[in-house]
């Protein structure tokens, strides 16, 4: 896939976990089908900063080795999320100057510590309640609303080079979610604030789709604002275990939004939320959904792989 992408100038892309880059068969399917690859977890804050005075770059610092041996970009996912924190954060009990400085100090090592080794960072993560208001976390409770900007100041700073994102889920149509969103990151360039891209989650499931038309004319409004738009997340869970319509459909579906990727006019990267079924994270997730990805438990091209890869091929 990755030869066709280049020549698209469009990077197709799956998270990854540092713990299974030994593993012939994973390595070898990144190396040849992907030219970008996202953290799944190693660089969320109970992961690389379990201690308040100690950082773990180990893992990360693996897929970062690993993208830039194999020509790969990386997205960093993700630095300022409400899950998984460590405890120390989550139940820490510190004054309003101390937050702020816990925050900046951790985006400017983390960050720094990947200065021009970063393509893309998901500064802020899932931000946004569905009724588009803002989700109460502990950085809203202990910060207030401008934890958001100040995220993606800190972060430029730290990597001026570093294209910086929102990203979210459910924010891929049209709807309220996807309206604050907009109106978000619109305040946001109005105000300055160095923020280059939106991230649209993608996880989907057969019986619940966003409406094509509505997905594109929602990246239109984004690149409107000069945004880019990244397709971060994508998968498209279905019930177990999966009939031969189930994954004719499922690749229906990847190749309908690698589609309209494609054809907006800054959809830059489609990134699908790991390799195999075999590691994905759905069955924990959602009780008797897996079968998401594109590659089975052994690692076989499914008819989703076909399908991005067709579409790739074409126009
Ligand atoms: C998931 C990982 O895939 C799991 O391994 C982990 O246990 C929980 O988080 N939205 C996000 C991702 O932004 O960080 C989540 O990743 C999936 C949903």
Redesign the pocket.
Known sequence: MRTFAEKQGIYIGA?V?AEHLGEKNYAEILKRQFNILAT??AL?FEEVHPKRNSYSFANADKIVAFAEANGMKVRG??LV?H??LPEWVADGNYSREEWKNILREHIKTVVGHYKGKIYAW?VV??AINKDGSLRENVWLEKIGPEYIELAFRWAHEADPEALLFY?D?SIESLNPKSDAVYELVKGLIEKGVPIHGVGL?M?VSIDNLPNLQAVTSNIKRFNDLGLEVHI??MDVRLKLPPTQEDLTKQAEIYRDMLKVCLSSEKCTAFVI??LTDRY??IP??FNGYGSALIFDESYKPKPAYYSLLETLKES
């Open positions: 998270a976990d799944e977890n969320k996912h993700t999320w899950l998984q998901d993560n899932e990203n889920y989650q996880h971060t997340e939320w790991g994905s994270w924990e997730a």
